[in-house]
């Protein structure tokens, strides 16, 4: 069964940082394609960015540099760095995989940009 668990959301002032974890299970790591997703309040989820099985990442255009998606194949893990938050950063952040012709999902971190 896969698992994967969300891990370091929280509030955080404009500007500041947060780094998010996802732990996974149940899949060889290091031969997928991991994503982290984001859904605000009222909007549809929307890919934040990728990191594919030979470390290519990739990002959605509104993260303009400020965030970082790493991977550690050996702990089972996908990292997202976030740097100099903005208040419409704010959603539940997930981790995503799709294996075996379908998609896993966390249950999601909560990040709330705010003052």
């Known amino acids: 069964q896969v698992h994967l668990v969300e891990s370091g959301g929280g509030l955080v002032q404009p500007g500041g940082s947060l780094r998010l974890s996802c732990a996974a299970s149940?899949?060889?790591?290091?031969?997928?394609?991991m994503e982290w997703y984001r859904q605000a309040p009222g909007k549809e989820r929307e890919l934040v960015a990728g990191?594919?099985?030979?470390?290519?990442?990739n990002y959605a255009d509104f993260v303009e540099g400020r965030f970082t998606v790493s991977r550690d194949n050996v702990r089972n893990r996908l990292f997202l760095q976030m740097d100099t938050l903005k208040p419409e950063d704010t959603a539940v952040y997930y981790c995503?995989?799709?294996?075996?012709?379908?998609?896993?999902w966390g249950r999601g971190t909560q990040v709330t940009v705010s003052s």
């Open positions: 995503h995989v799709r294996a075996r012709a379908r998609d896993f």
């Open positions: 149940g899949i060889n790591f290091r031969l997928y394609d």
């Open positions: 990191i594919s099985s030979g470390n290519t990442a």
